[in-house]
């Protein structure tokens, strides 16, 4: 049985007192034992979350991370092992936010995941298609082909330490939910892709959907089998629909 994993993704939400409130908020939950529970910060409170939430069962990732691990002359940027030093152990990497509007390309997030896992972070890798892309028929196709660039520059391998969100592009923040079945057809056809080249990969692999996920629609969602949770955007930013989104994952 694969672990379930609910992850917030906080994205450029928040002040220094509003994530004090968050985090105050999230302490008091009694989250499900039997399941993963991540938050992503903005990079700027990264420090102060993981202070804040020591002792507690949510881990602290970041949104991105720079393309080479080690510390260096690149101005702006946050190298992994600094993540790390922070107090770190995830990564998101491919958010489509950073895909489309950052203009990130399949190459330069394959240095980043690998720069992830170089300093012990667990990338998690986002993938998903466009709303345009979905009515052409090409979901599986785009999805298969984000997945393929990392799985060729890095190797199958590299997918064992490592969690897969597929986020359709026109369910963030739309309020446009897949359905499941939807958003299982494509969680089953990623753990195929992963199959036909290493099956146990395939069956260990953590695969969870992201887009306008809330605990109204969690459940039904969790249920599918090949859905092991969820990266939820908005709603994570609500720690009380935060913790109903856990505990839908915990059933
Ligand atoms: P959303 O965002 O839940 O607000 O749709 C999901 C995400 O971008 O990870």
Known sequence: ?????????????????????????????DFPVNIDVAVFPPSLYIGKVVEALRGTPVAVGAQNVARQPEQGALTGEIASSQLVDAGCTLVLVGHSERRQVLGESDGELCLKFAAAQQAGLVPVLCIGET?????????LAV?????????????????????IAYEPVWA???????????????????RAQLAA????????ARLLYGGSVKAANAADLFSMPDIDGGL????SLNADEFGAICRAAGN
């Open 143 to 163: 999805v298969g082909q984000q997945l393929t660039s990392i799985i060729d520059a890095l190797g199958i391998e590299v997918l064992k330490q490592a969690v």
């Open 131 to 139: 709303l345009q892309q979905r009515e052409a028929g090409e979901t």
């Open 1 to 29: 049985m694969r672990r379930k994993m609910v992850a917030g993704n906080w994205k450029m939400h928040g002040t220094g007192a509003s994530v004090d409130e968050l985090t105050k908020s999230l302490k008091v939950i």
């Open 172 to 190: 963030i923040g739309t309020g446009l939910t897949a359905t499941p079945e939807q958003a299982q057809e494509v969680h089953a056809a990623i």
């Open 197 to 204: 080249r290493n099956a146990e990969v395939a069956q260990g």
């Open 232 to 235: 939820i955007g908005g709603a």
